[in-house]
C-alpha cells in the first residue's frame, strides 16, 4: 500500500480488542534464544560483574505503549537459560490487548542474572508484540468482511517462525512457512517460464482465480507489511534491590 491508514498508527487503539486462538511455539524457539543469548552476552556480561554476586532485586516490566502482548515464551526461555532459578510472573496473558503504562511481568532473582537476561528477553518482546499489533490493527480493521489476511516471507532472518507464530497471534494467518510449502507465481516466475500458462502447468495446480477481484471482494490480502515494515513496542524494566 502507497500509505499508512489511520487505524495502522500505534497511536490509535484498533477497532476491537478480540483475542484469537494461540498458536503453538515453533519448533525452533530454543535455537533462536540460544542464538539471542550468544549473540548479546558472548563470553560472559562484564557489566553485570560489577554487581555483589549475591545480591538479589525485583524488576518489573512495563508496556509503555498501547499493544498486543506476545512472545512469553520467548522470554521465559532467556530467563531459564540465563538462571533457572529466576522467579517470572506474568500479569497479563500473550495475545491480549494492553493500554500503555500496564505492568506486564514481575521477576524476582539474582540481579546479575536479571540485568544479563533483560535485553534478549526484551528484544523478542519489543519485536513480536509489534508483528502481533500491526496484525491485530489490520485483521480488526477487515472483521467485518470475509477477507483472509495472510502474512508473506518478508521477514527477520532467523526469527520467520517466530514472527508468524506473532501473525497468528494477532489474528492473520500464515500463508507459507519457505519455497518449500506452497506455489506463488509472480511476475519473475511468469517471465523465466515463458506464460502464465506455463508457470501454472508446471505447478500442476489451477490458478485461474488468482488475479480474478470477486465483486463481493476479495478472499485473501497478503501484506508484506505485517512482518516486514516493524515498529518494536516499547517496553521499560524496573529496578529494585531486596
Not at 494461540?22 to 530454543?30: E, H
Not at 512495563?62 to 499493544?67: Q, S, T
Not at 470475509?146 to 532472518?157: G, N, V, Y
Not at 523465466?192 to 471482494?217: K, V
Request: hydrophobic fraction near 40%; charged fraction near 20%.
Amino acid at each position: 500500500m502507497s500509505e499508512t491508514p489511520a487505524w495502522h498508527k500505534t497511536t490509535l487503539a484498533p477497532p476491537s480488542t478480540a483475542t484469537y486462538p494461540l498458536p503453538p511455539p515453533p519448533p525452533d524457539l530454543q535455537q533462536q534464544v540460544r542464538h539471542a543469548l550468544t549473540e548479546d552476552i558472548g563470553s560472559g556480561d562484564v557489566t553485570a560483574q560489577l554487581i555483589p554476586e549475591h545480591r538479589q532485586a525485583t524488576a518489573h516490566l512495563r508496556l509503555r505503549e498501547p499493544a498486543v502482548l506476545c512472545g512469553q515464551a520467548w522470554a521465559n526461555a532467556v530467563f531459564a537459560a540465563v538462571d533457572p532459578n529466576l522467579s517470572v510472573h506474568w500479569l497479563c496473558a500473550e495475545g491480549d490487548w494492553l493500554e500503555a503504562d500496564c505492568t506486564v511481568l514481575e521477576l524476582h532473582g539474582n540481579a546479575r542474572s536479571i540485568l544479563t537476561a533483560e535485553r534478549s528477553a526484551i528484544n523478542f518482546l519489543q519485536t513480536l508484540s509489534g508483528t502481533a499489533t500491526t496484525t491485530r490493527r489490520w485483521a480488526s480493521h477487515l472483521a467485518s468482511t470475509s477477507t483472509q489476511l495472510l502474512d508473506t516471507r518478508k521477514t527477520i532472518p532467523g526469527l520467520r517462525t517466530a514472527q508468524k507464530y506473532a501473525v497468528a497471534v494477532g489474528g492473520g494467518k500464515n500463508h507459507r512457512q519457505g519455497l518449500f510449502d506452497a506455489f506463488l507465481i509472480k511476475e519473475n516466475h511468469i517471465i523465466a517460464a515463458g506464460s502464465l500458462r506455463a508457470a501454472i502447468t508446471a505447478a500442476q495446480e489451477p490458478e485461474s482465480d488468482l488475479l480474478r477481484i470477486a465483486q463481493t471482494g476479495v478472499d485473501f490480502i497478503s501484506v508484506g507489511a505485517l512482518t516486514k515494515n516493524l515498529q518494536s513496542i516499547d517496553f521499560s524494566l524496573r529496578f529494585s534491590l531486596r
